[in-house]
């Protein structure tokens, strides 16, 4: 670099002389590497983060995992309800009311225990004195039969609540995939970073030898443009990396419900997976284990449950009443107590066919459940088979791209000796690098496929 601060000394030098303003550009380029460099080595500061603890963090603080426990004592509430359907109903009521009207009048009196003999004649009953009355009232409902509905709401109100619980079950496995993608992510990310660091570092040893070849005078002056275009986009591709690095930080933030400005570091690297059970074994494992799979069959009962409900309004129900009574013209009084005892047996002969409709409702979206869960178990199976399939060709690649990088490294070494020696263009120097590139690329591509495959094949089958 020697040469290139002495072209500072004459600025009509600097002007004229192409090689001089080829290498200012250089050197500007490698000091710009070097800050970068810097900064990126900075932006993995911070405590180690492991994937078993993000996934810890994300099942205490993800929002939707909170929605589905609320969810869950919702439903238990529910639960507690439908009991009430067995138990009597004890209210208690204090009434008051003045009145002159004679029937209401006379029979005030007489609940009251006030009646004389004076009360009796004529004009006294037709043209009473406006009397006040407080009725206190306790009063007990005590269900007998009602056609199995309390039975049915109660086994209904239980398959909510266990269907709840498996939907709460569902969101954590998602919620645990989703950190393990976003886990995942920030380390691909990483690793393309890194990827990107050693092209730039090639592209710059690339640049370095055309620089030499230029000052020696074995070839053009566009062989050196050429290196120098190809260092430049090597180094907007290592800033986009880093982005990438940033983004993939907040992303995974996002997944475990923490601020997306919180700072780690994450040491994992991707490693290749692979599942040991077959095909069959899985889908089995999914139909039968799978908790939306399993909350939707629960919904499934506990729409056929609302048939027989519906139908229970064709059914006679019979129910037990009691009350006490005190009347007086004072509040609170208890001067004249009462009670009577009721058996009330109830038929609805014709509700101008609302029992029938509800009845059909209710068939109705008992078929359309019993459908979707034949829809959701062919959804399922087709799911598990995607991620399996993926799985395995995720495998095969691995093995197609774990000699290519070194085959690329030993193509670019070999076209870099030629070029030294004159033997071969600078445009095959440049394929060469690409190829290497490319050749990083995908076998970090297949291995992060790989891993997302594995999370994805454990989620499709339930057992995440």
Same mark, same amino acid.
């Given at each position: 670099m020697?040469?290139?601060?002495k072209?500072?000394?004459?600025?009509?030098?600097? /002007?004229k002389?192409?090689?001089?303003?080829?290498t200012?550009v250089? *050197?500007y380029l490698l000091l710009?590497?070097?800050l970068s460099l810097?900064v990126?080595?900075?932006s993995?500061?911070?405590?180690?983060?492991?994937?078993?603890?993000?996934?810890?963090?994300?099942?205490?603080?993800?929002?939707?995992?909170?929605a589905?426990?609320a969810q869950?004592q919702?439903?238990?509430?529910v639960?507690?309800? &439908?009991?009430s359907?067995?138990?009597?109903k004890? *209210?208690?009521s204090e009434t008051?009311?003045?009145t002159?009207?004679?029937l209401?009048?006379?029979? *005030?009196?007489?609940?009251? #225990?006030l009646v004389?003999?004076?009360?009796?004649s004529?004009?006294t009953?037709n043209?009473?004195?406006? %009397?006040?009355?407080y009725?206190?009232?306790?009063?007990?409902?005590?269900?007998?039969?009602?056609?199995?509905?309390?039975?049915?709401?109660?086994?209904?109100?239980k398959?909510?609540?266990?269907?709840?619980?498996?939907?709460r079950?569902?969101?954590?496995?998602?919620?645990?995939?989703?950190?393990i993608?976003?886990?995942y992510?920030?380390l691909?990310?990483r690793?393309?970073?890194?990827?990107a660091?050693?092209?730039?570092? !090639?592209?710059a040893a690339?640049m370095?030898?055309a #620089?030499a070849?230029?000052k020696?005078?074995a070839?053009?002056?566009s062989?050196?443009?050429?290196?120098?275009?190809?260092?430049? #986009?090597?180094?907007e /591709?290592? !800033?986009?990396a880093?982005?990438?690095?940033?983004?993939?930080?907040?992303g995974?933030?996002?997944?475990?419900?923490?601020?997306q400005q919180t700072e780690?570091?994450?040491?994992?690297?991707?490693t290749a997976?692979?599942?040991?059970?077959?095909?069959?074994?899985?889908?089995?494992?999914? =139909?039968?284990?799978?908790?939306?799979?399993l909350?939707?069959g629960?919904?499934r009962?506990?729409? #056929?449950a609302?048939?027989?409900?519906?139908?229970t309004d064709y059914?006679?129900t019979l129910?037990?009443?009691?009350?006490?009574?005190?009347n007086s013209?004072?509040?609170?009084g208890?001067e004249?107590?009462?009670w009577?005892?009721?058996?009330?047996?109830q038929w609805?002969l014709?509700?101008?066919?609302? +029992? *029938? &409709?509800?009845v059909r409702?209710?068939?109705?979206t008992?078929?359309k459940?019993?459908?979707?869960?034949e829809q959701m178990?062919?959804?399922v199976?087709?799911?598990v088979?995607?991620?399996?399939?993926?799985?395995t060709s995720?495998r095969?690649? %691995?093995?197609?791209t774990a000699?290519?990088?070194r085959e690329?490294?030993?193509g670019?070494? %070999?076209?870099?000796?030629?070029?030294e020696g004159? /033997?071969t263009?600078?445009?095959?120097?440049l394929?060469?690098?690409?190829?290497? =590139?490319?050749?990083r690329?995908?076998?970090?591509q297949? =291995?992060y496929?790989n891993?997302r495959a594995?999370?994805?094949?454990?989620?499709?089958a339930? +057992?995440l």
């Amino acid at each position: 670099m020697e040469y290139g601060w002495k072209c500072f000394d004459d600025e009509r030098f600097i /002007m004229k002389n192409a090689r001089c303003r080829t290498t200012i550009v250089v *050197t500007y380029l490698l000091l710009a590497l070097l800050l970068s460099l810097m900064v990126a080595d900075l932006s993995y500061a911070g405590p180690v983060l492991t994937l078993e603890q993000a996934i810890d963090t994300a099942i205490r603080n993800n929002p939707g995992l909170k929605a589905a426990d609320a969810q869950v004592q919702a439903a238990d509430a529910v639960v507690l309800r &439908s009991a009430s359907a067995f138990l009597p109903k004890v *209210t208690l009521s204090e009434t008051w009311s003045r009145t002159e009207n004679p029937l209401n009048a006379l029979g *005030t009196k007489v609940n009251q #225990e006030l009646v004389t003999q004076t009360d009796f004649s004529p004009d006294t009953i037709n043209h009473p004195d406006p %009397i006040s009355n407080y009725n206190t009232r306790l009063s007990v409902v005590q269900p007998l039969f009602n056609g199995g509905k309390e039975y049915l709401g109660r086994e209904q109100a239980k398959l909510g609540h266990e269907a709840s619980i498996q939907d709460r079950a569902r969101t954590r496995q998602e919620t645990t995939f989703n950190v393990i993608k976003a886990y995942y992510g920030l380390l691909l990310a990483r690793e393309y970073h890194k990827v990107a660091l050693q092209s730039v570092e !090639t592209t710059a040893a690339t640049m370095k030898l055309a #620089e030499a070849r230029y000052k020696a005078g074995a070839v053009l002056q566009s062989d050196l443009l050429r290196a120098t275009v190809q260092f430049a #986009e090597m180094k907007e /591709m290592l !800033t986009r990396a880093e982005n990438n690095v940033k983004l993939a930080k907040a992303g995974l933030n996002y997944a475990m419900g923490v601020p997306q400005q919180t700072e780690y570091a994450v040491d994992d690297v991707l490693t290749a997976q692979d599942m040991n059970s077959d095909l069959d074994q899985l889908i089995s494992k999914a =139909l039968t284990q799978r908790p939306d799979v399993l909350s939707l069959g629960l919904n499934r009962k506990n729409a #056929e449950a609302g048939v027989k409900q519906a139908r229970t309004d064709y059914v006679p129900t019979l129910n037990l009443m009691g009350q006490v009574d005190w009347n007086s013209d004072k509040v609170a009084g208890d001067e004249a107590r009462s009670w009577a005892v009721m058996a009330v047996l109830q038929w609805n002969l014709f509700d101008g066919l609302v +029992t *029938t &409709s509800r009845v059909r409702e209710a068939t109705a979206t008992a078929g359309k459940v019993r459908a979707q869960e034949e829809q959701m178990q062919a959804g399922v199976q087709l799911q598990v088979r995607q991620a399996y399939y993926d799985l395995t060709s995720s495998r095969d690649r %691995i093995a197609a791209t774990a000699s290519s990088i070194r085959e690329a490294e030993e193509g670019l070494r %070999i076209v870099q000796k030629r070029y030294e020696g004159g /033997m071969t263009t600078f445009v095959d120097v440049l394929g060469a690098e690409n190829a290497l =590139l490319r050749a990083r690329t995908n076998a970090l591509q297949a =291995l992060y496929d790989n891993n997302r495959a594995h999370a994805e094949l454990k989620l499709a089958a339930g +057992t995440l």
